[in-house]
């Protein structure tokens, strides 16, 4: 019922930046929070940021203030730009998405930040 499409991925050198994108599509009205969680090999997928409707934000300590989140509600797509990337930033990176009643997810994009 929903599809996410997962965009900007890559290779990267310490120091650059990345934008991901994610665009929801399919049958819905609402759209209420957005996301990016990554998972490193051997790691647990954890939360990188997450916006919600109305604009508020949560982001996780190790990405604050280098990691921006945001959103274009026309478009239903939500946007992770990523300033000062680090190679612990290596991860795949996966989109998701709420509805009412219903959570779902991209199928990832990898990120590698590497000299």
């Known amino acids: 019922q929903v599809r996410l499409v997962e965009s900007g991925g890559g290779l990267v050198q310490p120091g650059g930046s990345l934008r991901l994108s994610c665009a929801a599509s399919?049958?819905?009205?609402?759209?209420?929070?957005m996301g990016w969680h990554r998972q490193a090999p051997g790691k647990e997928r954890e939360l990188v940021a997450r916006?919600?409707?109305?604009?508020?934000?949560n982001v996780a300590d190790s990405v604050k203030g280098r990691f921006t989140i945001s959103r274009d509600n026309a478009k239903n797509t939500v946007y992770l730009q990523m300033n000062s990337l680090k190679p612990e930033d290596t991860a795949v990176y996966y989109c998701?998405?709420?509805?009412?009643?219903?959570?779902?997810w991209g199928q990832g994009t990898q990120v590698t930040v590497s000299s």
């Open positions: 399919g049958n819905f009205f609402t759209i209420n929070d």
């Open positions: 998701n998405v709420a509805i009412p009643g219903a959570r779902y």
């Open positions: 916006i919600l409707t109305g604009g508020n934000t």
